[in-house]
């Protein structure tokens, strides 16, 4: 029967019986292992005979390569191969993993994208590994996204598919979410769609982050209150509290650490920031340090600016503060949570507070006059 030929309620009906009968043809076919030249060609000869299924999914990815083996009108021992491999994943044959591998190679967005989870707008479907679809929704929205529970919103939305996978998607449409993400997604709206296994990979980054943002937070208020604290008890008028003898460097080798500054400061360039290089002295100062070091281990540091009459906060204090970073710092610092103290200077000095921000190498060579 003609497409037009199909009235418009029972047309639903016939594409979704006719892309079943593919499939079971296609278990058929892979049943013993492989794929011949005549059952490629049978196939191909149904599809070219049935155009209602030919651009439904899975369908819609398995005729144009299909038809691109048999355009020489010979199946080659390669696109055999390839040609079972993309029937077995289409119909689950392998087992459920194979069949989110298809999903791989022509739903899921390649590559899947970086999630953040938070402010991001999900939707579930299929059997998921990490437990019940309510413990993955109560899993995204503690990590501050939000779940639309029954459809893929065409305004954005990231689809997860649950790496078990089910019977409600491993066969015929492969699921009304799935199949809907991909027509929405094809039309240009902000959907993605990605595997359970991806989601958790990063849900997992993302959870480490929110915590390590959480003990930053916590601890940089710590850190402000015990900055007002000292301002109401006169710690910081101008005169420096009681402190030890400043630490002895009369003895260290002036052309060494010299030469070793000038190699270290080709990592720092690395590090694309732009450093400040104010006059610097370390009394009546309050220092912040971050990152990792390499002329000194950041405990020596801090006994130095406390010995020499200045201070030492664990945060930027956006009231006064030098930020002081690592020379072995590492360049993805913007994602790290060390970086969160590098990103808290900058963005206090471009409000036009009083943070500077000062390389390993520039302290060492200002405070020890070389």
Same mark, same amino acid.
Request: aromatic share 4%.
């Given at each position: 029967m003609a497409d037009e030929q199909i009235p418009g309620y029972n047309k639903a009906a016939v594409t979704r019986r006719g892309v079943d009968e593919f499939l079971g043809l296609c278990k058929g076919i892979i049943a013993d292992g492989s794929v011949c030249e005549p059952e490629a060609k049978f196939l191909l000869n149904w599809l070219e005979g049935n155009a209602l299924v030919q651009t439904e999914f899975p369908v819609s990815h398995i005729y144009p390569r299909l038809a691109e083996m048999l355009s020489g009108g010979t199946l080659s021992e390669a696109d055999a191969q390839a040609l079972l491999v993309l029937l077995q994943s289409a119909t689950g044959e392998q087992g459920q993993q194979a069949a989110v591998n298809m999903s791989t190679g022509s739903a899921f967005d390649d590559p899947q994208p970086r999630l953040n989870i938070a402010g991001e707008v999900y939707c579930l479907t299929g059997d998921f590994a990490f437990g019940s679809r309510k413990a993955v929704k109560s899993y995204i929205e503690t990590l501050g996204g939000t779940v639309s529970d029954k459809t893929v919103l065409a305004s954005g939305c990231i689809l997860v598919?649950?790496?078990?996978?089910?019977?409600?998607?491993l066969h015929?449409?492969?699921?009304?979410?799935?199949?809907?993400?991909?027509? =929405?997604r094809a039309k240009g709206c902000p959907v993605c769609i990605v595997s359970e296994e991806h989601f958790i990979n990063q849900a997992l980054n993302a959870e480490r982050r929110l915590k390590e943002r959480q003990a930053y937070e916590a601890e940089r208020q710590v850190d402000t209150r015990n900055a007002y604290r000292d301002i109401v008890q006169g710690k910081y008028d101008g005169e420096s509290?009681?402190?030890?003898?400043?630490?002895?460097?009369?003895?260290?080798?002036?052309?060494?650490?010299?030469?070793?500054?000038? =190699?270290?400061?080709?990592?720092?360039?690395?590090?694309?920031?732009?450093?400040?290089?104010?006059?610097?002295?370390?009394?009546?100062?309050?220092?912040?340090?971050?990152g990792t070091f390499a002329l000194a281990e950041r405990s020596?540091?801090?006994?130095?600016?406390?010995?020499?009459?200045?201070?030492?906060?664990?945060?930027?204090?956006?009231?006064?503060?030098?930020?002081?970073?690592?020379?072995?710092?590492?360049?993805?610092?913007?994602?790290?949570?060390?970086?969160? =103290?590098?990103?808290?200077?900058?963005?206090?000095?471009?409000?036009? =507070?009083?943070?500077?921000?000062?390389?390993?190498?520039?302290?060492f060579l200002a405070i020890l006059g070389l």
């Open positions: 598919v649950g790496c078990k996978g089910s019977d409600a998607w015929s449409t492969h699921g009304s979410k799935i199949k809907d993400a991909v027509d =929405k509290p009681v402190q030890p003898e400043p630490v002895k460097i009369d003895g260290i080798d002036r052309e060494a650490l010299r030469a070793g500054i000038e =190699k270290l400061k080709a990592e720092e360039g690395k590090l694309g920031i732009e450093f400040d290089e104010p006059p610097l002295s370390l009394r009546g100062r309050t220092f912040c340090l971050t020596k540091l801090e006994e130095l600016i406390v010995a020499s009459g200045g201070a030492v906060a664990k945060s930027v204090v956006t009231r006064g503060c030098i930020l002081v970073v690592g020379a072995e710092s590492s360049p993805r610092w913007k994602t790290s949570n060390r970086g969160r =103290k590098i990103l808290d200077a900058l963005e206090a000095r471009a409000q036009g =507070k009083p943070v500077v921000v000062v390389s390993e190498t520039y302290f």
